[in-house]
């Protein structure tokens, strides 16, 4: 995914159920790495100062473990995600944070009373601290557009902004005289010493862009503990404040080891890791080294009656399948509290607010009584299934879903595929190609391709790069992200072995030679049969070339798609606008080059807030049975697809041909065949980028086959689209907020004609764009030389002066731009 989208004058298709922090591009990023998680498994451990209880955060409430006997009590029954609590200094209060889906809120307990303390502002409070008296307590909040420190004086309510830095400042930690905490800025990562008395404010240690960076302080010594990363391990440390240069691992071997805290006494750390099924679990190890030991939960003591929860998912035939479930509870279970999943990863989705995780076939959860509701998606053409079921105490409340597709692709002669995902990214899950091929079972999708990145000195899934796994005909097929920050992201589709550098750019560090282009990767993958696609392009709806100013598009993919022989565009992805992709796409097609159109949802498997694998994914026509991840990249790099964020729709001419194919000028008859489960408003022809015609569209759960005629010019091509007019609040079972679907194009005459009047447009505006994308990289890199971009700008205006006919310059920027479809 892109580092930071530039901003635009119209709303993006992913937005921020959370408010907006000012100096975060994409939000995205700050509400994945900085919010509390939910996780069944306990997470966040705080050992009490009795030294005898830990609290910790597990199934979105917070619980209070008995060490010597290994009961946990329930502690809260909110219908909010309860995490990350600290104690008071004597015990009696217990700080917490709690996230309503919308909003995060600071929340103090007494544990005597029950009664809570709000901490809330219309912006994100977390991670509370007490002082050492327990008369303050530090918190971080966005109250006024950035993340900083705050000190609340807790019988007085004043407050006071104690840091003012950009970005992330908080997991604050009490020391003698002030606070050890994380701040985060781009790509570093550091902790930071504040001292009251000496009004001094350093760091104290610094990682580059990792997101697990948290630490603890000892109770009696000027010690830290804090988890830092090894590529894709997690490892504890000790540093000794007073000589933070050196340092001391505690943990070896493969590690994920999270959110480390001191015992009262000092004498042990307590963390958390992965098990196999991806649930947190609480060891403890001695401070200053040793084997880490498990921290046994023998009872779970909810303070309320439970029952079982049993779901039951087939398809038509009756057959088990997997499939995406969100349970959420009503009053008496804590209105709308979500359910966590014990046997894999539970994920957020950041646009609807339901909490999901993936069920194979069976599953029998163990919840409070209550009222339930269930909600169960399989893909984008399965309508969505929901029921509400009572549990009661000590009973088996059963929910049978059966999940029947409105559009099966595989009897149609398709194969789906999402070829741009990752399956780490530094979030909270960790994952491997089995735990790709189960989402892919849970969204009937057949391919998809994880990109591997890197972290500056991290290359993330590295040792991936080029690695196929196969189950049950559904394929992982594992390529690379080049993040050439400002240049635009370009994913290696195919690839066998990783470009370097990984990163360049002008907003990168610098750590090698910056004279570097993205045509360096195009020549790379063209020498090692792998295939280029540029990443997540344009951000909104607007067409990019009426606010050029704006930076809307990455800087090298006009000349790139210009100039490559084989080139994607990521005409549907999570993040972006499809029908902003397609204002660029149209240009490139007019003047001939036949850029594929590309899915790519640009999820993270080991994320918890994400969309769902195949979000955007295309449908490529193919004949075989078990089709290899060659052959559906070939078949998407030739067109002979649809991409899509839902419906299905089918295109095709009277005289056989169809997207990819060739057909000639004239009058011609055209077919469209269009599925959806949510309302699809609109149905469009285009013919070089103009609308000939506009249909209604379906209603949600509904099919349609439209039939009509037009008029071909002599060059150029045809397609048909599909899309809701305005985005969707709840879009599921598909998690975009536009419902979208567009073919590849069939061809006028030939594989990349040109209708002279729409190329010669299309030119002068792609020369515009090329002209500021110059402009951009001449102001951002200063004095550094860029001869080799400089090169590719060059020849690819030169290309494009050649089909504009003589005697028509191109348009000033001030002119209106061509007639395009709205």
């Known amino acids: 995914m892109a580092g930071v989208l530039s901003p635009t004058p119209a709303c993006a298709q992913w937005t921020n159920r959370y408010a907006k922090l000012s100096d975060f591009g994409h939000h995205v990023y700050f509400e994945q790495h900085e919010l509390p998680i939910l996780a069944n498994g306990p997470t966040d451990p705080a050992p009490a100062p009795d030294g005898k209880t830990l609290a910790f955060a597990a199934k979105g409430w917070i619980w209070r473990l008995n060490l010597e006997s290994g009961v946990a009590t329930r502690l809260t029954d909110s219908s909010g995600v309860d995490s990350r609590p600290r104690w008071s200094p004597n015990g009696d209060r217990l700080a917490m944070v709690r996230d309503d889906g919308k909003d995060t809120s600071v929340v103090i307990l007494s544990t005597a009373t029950g009664r809570e303390q709000v901490i809330n502002t219309p912006s994100i409070e977390l991670d509370p ?66 001292e009251f008395v000496t009004g001094t404010d350093r760091v104290i240690h610094a990682e580059t862009q990792t997101y697990h960076l948290t630490a603890d302080t000892h109770p009696k010594q000027r010690l ?64 200053y080294g040793g084997a880490a030991s498990p921290v046994e939960i023998k009872r779970w003591d909810y303070q309320a009656s439970t029952g079982t929860l049993s779901l039951s998912l087939t398809d038509a035939a009756g057959q088990p399948v997997t499939a995406r479930v969100a349970i959420a509870g009503s009053a008496k279970s804590g209105a709308g509290h979500p359910v966590a999943f014990d046997r894999d990863a539970t994920y957020f989705d950041s646009q609807s607010g339901r909490h999901y995780f993936y069920v194979p076939g069976q599953a029998a959860l163990n919840v409070p009584v209550g009222e339930y509701q269930v909600t169960v998606a399989r893909g984008p053409m399965v309508p969505v299934v929901t029921h509400k079921v009572q549990v009661r105490a000590g009973k088996v409340a059963t929910v049978a879903a059966t999940l029947a597709p409105l559009w099966d692709a595989s009897s149609a002669g398709y194969v789906s595929a999402d070829h741009h995902i990752h399956l780490n990214g530094d979030g909270h899950h960790r994952a491997t190609h089995q735990d790709a091929l189960r989402l892919l079972a849970g969204e009937d999708l057949k391919q998809v391709s994880p990109m591997s990145w890197d972290r500056w000195e991290r290359r993330i899934d590295a040792p991936l790069i080029g690695v196929e796994t196969t189950e049950a005909g559904r394929v992982v097929d594992q390529g690379q992200e080049v993040r050439s920050h400002f240049h635009g992201h370009v994913s290696l589709l195919g690839t066998e072995r990783p470009f370097a550098p990984w990163f360049f750019g002008p907003d ?138 839902g419906p299905a729709l089918l295109f095709d001419l009277s005289n056989g041909a169809q997207p990819g194919g060739v057909t000639p000028a004239g009058r011609q008859s055209w077919r469209v065949e269009l599925t959806s489960t949510v309302a699809v408003d609109v149905l469009e022809i285009l013919v070089n980028g103009a609308v000939v015609q506009r249909l209604s569209g379906v209603e949600a759960g509904k099919s349609r086959t439209y039939t009509g005629e037009t008029t071909l010019p002599q060059g150029g091509w045809i397609a048909a689209r599909a899309y809701a007019s305005a985005p969707v609040a709840d879009a599921w079972p598909t998690m975009h907020a536009r419902p979208f679907a567009h073919s590849s194009p ?44 400089q090169a590719r700008f060059d020849q690819a205006r030169a290309k494009l002066r050649e089909m504009i006919q003589p005697g028509s310059p191109p348009r000033a920027s001030n002119e209106a731009p061509p007639r395009q479809p709205q």
Not at 142 to 161: I, K, N, P, Y
Not at 226 to 246: E, F, K, M, R
Not at 252 to 275: C, Q, R, W
Not at 545 to 571: K, Q, W, Y
Request: net charge negative.
């Open 224 to 287: 830290i503990v804090y988890s830092a990363p090894i590529d894709n391990d997690y490892h504890l440390w000790t540093v000794d404040i007073d000589h933070p240069t050196v340092k001391h691992r505690l943990t070896d071997g493969k590690s994920f080891a999270l959110t480390p805290a001191f015992s009262a006494d000092g004498e042990h750390v307590y963390f958390v890791d992965l098990d196999e099924a991806r649930q947190f679990r609480i060891k403890r190890m001695r401070t």
């Open 746 to 789: 069939i061809w006028i005459s030939r594989v990349g004609s040109t209708e002279a009047h729409a190329r010669a447009a299309a030119a002068k505006d792609l020369i515009r764009g090329i002209d500021f994308a110059e402009r951009r990289a001449r102001a951002s890199y200063g004095e550094v030389e860029m001869p080799r971009m």
């Open 129 to 194: 601290e007490f002082s050492a008296d327990g008369d303050y307590l530090y918190y971080s909040s966005g109250r006024d557009g950035v993340l900083s420190l705050w000190r609340r004086h807790l019988s007085s309510g004043v407050d006071e902004q104690l840091t003012d830095l950009p970005q992330v400042e908080r997991n604050a930690r009490r020391m003698p005289g002030g606070l050890i905490y994380l701040h985060g800025n781009r790509e570093s990562r550091v902790l930071r010493m504040r």
């Open 508 to 645: 990168n560090p610098t750590l090698g030679n910056p004279d570097l282009s993205n045509g360096d990767v195009i020549a790379f993958a063209r020498s090692n049969d792998a295939f280029v696609t540029y990443v997540h392009p344009i951000a909104t709806d607007v067409d990019p070339f009426t606010h050029l100013e704006d930076a809307p598009i990455p800087t090298e993919l006009l000349s790139d798609a210009v100039l490559a022989d084989r080139i994607g565009l990521e005409m549907v992805c999570a993040w972006t606008s499809p029908l902003g992709n397609s204002h660029l796409w149209y240009r490139l097609l007019n003047v001939g080059q036949p850029v594929a159109a590309m899915s790519g949802t640009d999820m993270w498997v080991d994320f918890h807030r994400t969309p769902a694998v195949g979000t955007g994914r295309t449908y490529v026509r193919l004949d075989a049975a078990s089709p290899t991840a060659d052959a559906v990249r070939e078949a998407a790099a030739a067109g002979r697809s649809f991409v899509t964020t």
